[in-house]
């Protein structure tokens, strides 16, 4: 039978009891309902995973054994950010869910003319760790022990003037002339660029392509936002990356 897997935010040493509070605790003791004695496997999202076994129960916290780390990391070869326009509710919740279990490493929320969603900056924050809390279930269901870095959201110019210009870069464009298996990254990196519902403006495609970035077609439909980005990073990691 599978371990369940419980990512606790502080540093684990083997050989030492842990005391996991908070959002981990209320899961293990009220969604997994483990027992004392019972096994389970931590991570702590700096890489590799230690198998645990609970050892008291106190109010509000779990005590565990901790013990040897396995280095086991499922990561994928290729370094692949995505930077995804914002879209609605549970169309970017379910993005950030696929873009982890899929390997992404990093997801960049973007803002432009077309965005839908409007946020102030307490909103912004509570998003922001909304999907964190969504990255962090897709790692403890999908096995990966390294949390993607999901970003500040940024307005798209801003995030255009600091983009890795060693990646190589790729924007999902139905006018784009280039399949995305001609893609090529030599240095293991890769950017992949989608407009939220409605796509982008032409102004910002031209600012898009005038940074260096190529215009890529997934093929001769055109997707939702929520499709395009699960497609292309299945594809980039078939492509570029450990997807058999």
Same mark, same amino acid.
């Given at each position: 039978?599978?371990?369940?897997?419980?990512?606790?935010?502080?540093?684990?040493?083997?050989? *030492?009891?842990?005391?996991?509070?908070?959002?981990?605790?209320?899961?293990?003791?009220?969604?997994?309902?483990?027992?004392?004695?019972?096994?389970?496997?931590?991570?702590?999202?700096? %890489?590799?995973? *230690?198998? =645990?076994?609970?050892?008291?129960?106190?109010? %509000?916290?779990?005590? +565990?054994?901790?013990?040897?780390?396995?280095?086991?990391?499922? &990561?994928?070869?290729?370094?692949?950010?995505?930077?995804? %326009?914002?879209?609605?509710? &549970?169309?970017?919740?379910?993005? +950030?869910?696929?873009?982890?279990?899929?390997?992404?490493?990093?997801?960049?929320?973007?803002?432009?003319?077309?965005?839908? +969603?409007?946020?102030?900056?307490?909103?912004?924050?509570?998003?922001?760790? *909304?999907?964190? %809390?969504?990255?962090?279930?897709?790692?403890?269901?999908?096995?990966?022990?390294?949390?993607?870095?999901? =970003?500040?959201?940024?307005?798209?110019?801003?995030?255009?003037?600091?983009?890795?210009?060693?990646?190589?870069?790729?924007?999902?464009?139905?006018?784009?002339?280039?399949?995305?298996?001609?893609?090529?990254?030599?240095?293991?990196?890769?950017?992949?660029?989608?407009?939220?519902?409605?796509?982008?403006?032409?102004?910002?495609?031209?600012? +898009?392509?005038?940074?260096?970035?190529?215009?890529?077609?997934?093929?001769?439909?055109?997707?939702?936002?929520?499709? =395009?980005?699960?497609? =292309?990073?299945?594809?980039?990691?078939?492509?570029?990356?450990?997807?058999?």
């Amino acid at each position: 039978m599978r371990l369940s897997r419980v990512h606790v935010p502080d540093p684990l040493t083997a050989g *030492h009891r842990h005391t996991i509070e908070g959002v981990a605790a209320n899961h293990i003791a009220h969604v997994l309902r483990l027992r004392l004695g019972d096994p389970l496997i931590l991570f702590d999202g700096r %890489g590799g995973e *230690h198998a =645990a076994r609970i050892e008291e129960y106190r109010k %509000g916290a779990v005590i +565990v054994a901790v013990g040897d780390r396995s280095a086991a990391d499922p &990561e994928s070869p290729l370094h692949l950010t995505l930077a995804q %326009g914002v879209s609605r509710g &549970e169309r970017m919740d379910w993005v +950030v869910q696929k873009a982890t279990e899929l390997g992404v490493t990093r997801i960049i929320p973007l803002l432009t003319e077309r965005t839908i +969603v409007k946020l102030d900056a307490r909103q912004l924050e509570r998003r922001l760790s *909304h999907w964190r %809390g969504i990255a962090i279930a897709a790692c403890e269901q999908s096995g990966r022990n390294s949390i993607p870095d999901i =970003a500040i959201p940024a307005r798209l110019h801003d995030f255009l003037r600091e983009s890795d210009s060693g990646a190589a870069r790729v924007l999902l464009s139905p006018t784009g002339t280039l399949g995305i298996g001609a893609l090529q990254a030599p240095h293991g990196r890769v950017i992949v660029l989608i407009g939220p519902e409605g796509g982008l403006a032409e102004a910002e495609q031209r600012a +898009v392509l005038d940074t260096g970035f190529l215009a890529v077609r997934l093929g001769p439909r055109v997707l939702r936002t929520e499709t =395009a980005a699960v497609a =292309a990073v299945t594809l980039l990691q078939h492509l570029l990356g450990d997807l058999g």
